[in-house]
């Protein structure tokens, strides 16, 4: 897509018509005052096609949302005007976006007759290009009355055109829309030239930020029905939609692009542009999308013309970005185009300029695959892999291969490979430790439990649901010998299960005295006085027995031995296993015992699911 560019009236409609037939000028509007409103598309051979934008200095939007199609670029300008001021803002556009290829042609050369004025007017020109993405490209002379110089400007083009490689497709799916209308019969319509991958019939896209799934219906590309359309392609989508699209909207493959009101960026000002304080208003331009915002200025208190600053920029309105997107900054009023952006990270998880590590962050978001892979972990050191592929614009494949060369290095650690989830290492080792820290620290202040419950070690170092990467860190403590993992506790790897050496005799003894008694057990009041020791010893023993698995606590006072409980299970479940159910007086008959007994223990095996209790009965589960 070659995209016009130039001053209102500088004869860039007239232009594209004379090298492809079509006149893009298609509005009633546009014929009657004779300028250019809405952006037109007109087709250039099978390779190419133009995107003709309004030169007007209040539709500068409307170019803006017309560059987001453009590879390459035709700048026009007007011998008798040279170059005015939406030539220089349209090139500033160009060069922010990095719309690097571009031919010039000087239109109107019948109306100089002063061959020296469109030397200097020439000149003027190679100056302008000088210090932009534009700089020496090749400066044709046209007049579109004697059709001068339309031959060699088209030569010029086709070698442009036939020196562009094709592009490198990330293979998910992308458009930005520039257009939405209903079609009788057909329903709602879209069109947009596709940044990367390409949609078929039948598939499902979503429509951002909205954030919904639409169906792709039937497409056409460069104008003709197809069952399919590419990375590059003029396209019209026939969609199946809830919503009602508009320009500045994105179709994307789903999981791909982030909704955001909150994003870091680099912020390169033009070389003319004014100074951007520190909070100034801004509009930026994303796609064919358009949002008000705020420039908060990292490391400094305001951007001169020419400088290259990271900035982080706060909108009011949500827009769809993935890291390395593009886009143009203007002023919020009066209306001026600033300079160029690019997405570093496009939902950072802080607001504040002033964070100490921010800037070594950002270097690393605008530095090599490796680097922004870990920039973006650096803020959110725990991730699934789908999180981190919604932010990059790059293949899937790719992805994979970036992480793996990072878990590699050190410097990611990956749950599972192909990985799925991924942790930044620094991290990792901290919460490894931590873990240790935290499970010590719980046994010193709960000696009666085992260990630490998962629940809440998750609740006490994650901030948010940390997915398998929790279960990787336990196995990973565990292959280690720094913690164990038993019945859903976290137990310290030098914590005994076992009794003390000193508690052994007298543990051993009561265990004597609750196994005599059955399930008939004695009170800790009536245990302490047969064995002659003080009752607080008999309790905090009793609770040695039910650690180590030799007893089972069925009431406050109420304590059996853990072999007493497993027989009253037998004997239970195959008195009543064919009984439909029975009641606490035939169940403590069954089993020799009286109420007192009979209900706590009842009560443990509802717990255990040994029995179901149905109102005053109960039944053996199966
Ligand atoms: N004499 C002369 N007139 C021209 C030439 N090219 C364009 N024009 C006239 O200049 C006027 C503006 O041309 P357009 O092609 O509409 O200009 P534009 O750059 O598309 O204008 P906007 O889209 O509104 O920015 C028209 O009246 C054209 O006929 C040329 O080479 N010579
Ligand atoms: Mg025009």
Do not use: C
């Not at 300079?339 to 921010?358: A, F, S």
């Amino acid at each position: 897509m070659i995209g016009t560019a130039g001053h209102i009236d500088h004869g860039k409609t007239t232009l594209v018509k004379a090298l492809t037939g079509t006149d893009t000028d298609r509005l009633r509007e546009e014929k009657e005052r004779g300028i250019t409103i809405e952006l037109g598309f007109a087709f250039y051979g099978d390779r190419a096609a133009f995107v003709d934008v309004p030169g007007h200095e209040r539709l500068v939007k409307t170019m803006v949302a017309g560059a987001a199609a453009m590879r390459a670029a035709l700048l026009v300008i007007a011998a008798d005007d040279g170059v005015m001021p939406q030539t220089r803002e349209h090139l500033a556009v160009l060069d922010a976006l990095g719309v690097s290829r571009g031919v010039v042609a000087i239109t109107k050369a019948d109306l100089v007759t002063d061959a020296d004025w469109i030397e200097l007017v020439t000149e003027d020109i190679r100056e302008l290009l000088k210090p932009t993405t534009l700089a020496d490209s090749p400066i044709v002379v046209t007049d579109a009355v004697s059709g001068r110089g339309i031959d060699d400007l088209r030569r010029e083009l086709d070698n442009m055109i036939g020196e562009f490689e094709a592009p490198e497709d990330p293979g998910f799916f992308r458009l930005p829309v520039d257009r939405s209308f209903l079609i009788k019969g057909h329903g709602r319509v879209v069109t947009g030239t596709v940044w990367s991958g390409n949609a078929k019939t039948g598939d499902r896209l979503t429509l951002l930020p909205q954030n919904v799934e639409v169906k792709v219906r039937a497409l056409q590309a460069h104008e003709k029905d197809v069952d399919v359309v590419r990375i590059g392609d003029r396209a019209a989508l026939n969609l199946q939609t809830d919503v009602e699209p508009q320009r500045g909207d994105l179709l994307a493959s789903p999981g791909r692009g982030i909704v955001t009101d909150f994003l870091d960026a680099e912020v390169r000002l033009l070389p003319g542009s004014r100074t951007v304080e520190h909070r100034q208003r801004v509009r930026l331009h994303l796609g064919t999308g358009e949002a008000i915002g705020r420039l908060l200025i990292v490391g400094a208190d305001a951007i001169a013309a020419g400088e290259k600053r990271f900035a982080r920029i706060t909108l009011e309105t949500p827009v769809p970005a993935m890291h390395s997107d593009r886009g143009v900054l203007r002023l919020y009023s009066p209306l001026e185009t600033l300079g160029g952006v690019r997405v570093l990270d496009p939902d950072p998880p802080d607001r504040r300029r002033t964070i100490r590590e921010l800037p070594a962050r950002l270097q690393a978001l605008a530095g090599t695959e490796q680097d922004v892979i870990l920039g973006i972990l650096r803020s959110r050191p725990v991730m699934s892999l789908d999180e981190l592929t919604a932010r990059l614009p790059w293949s899937e494949s790719r992805i994979t291969k970036g992480v793996r060369r990072s878990v590699k290095d050190g410097h990611l650690v990956a749950t599972s490979d192909p990985p799925e989830w991924v942790a930044e290492s620094g991290y990792w080792n901290r919460m490894k430790n931590e873990t240790v820290t935290v499970v010590e620290r719980f046994h010193k202040s709960h000696p009666d439990e085992s260990g630490l419950p998962r629940g809440e070690w998750v609740a006490k170092l994650f901030t948010n649901d940390p997915g398998p990467v929790a279960d990787a860190l336990l196995a990973e403590l565990s292959a280690e010998g720094k913690i164990r993992y038993e019945a859903g506790r976290l137990v310290a790897a030098g914590h005994t299960t076992s009794l003390k050496p000193a508690d052994e005799k007298d543990a051993a003894r009561i265990l004597e005295v609750l196994l005599r008694e059955g399930i008939n057990t004695p009170l800790p009041a009536s245990i302490a006085e047969q064995l002659g020791l003080s009752q607080e010893r008999v309790r905090t023993l009793l609770k040695s027995l039910k650690q180590v698995g030799s007893a089972v606590i069925l009431a406050e006072n109420v304590v059996v031995a853990k072999q007493a409980y497993d027989e009253s299970k037998e004997r239970l479940t195959s008195a009543f296993a064919g009984e439909s159910s029975f009641t606490a007086g035939e169940a403590a008959k069954a089993l020799g015992t009286t109420r007192k007994y009979i209900i706590p223990l009842l009560e443990a095996f509802d717990r255990d699911g040994v029995t179901m209790r149905e109102g005053d009965k109960r039944r053996v589960s199966k």
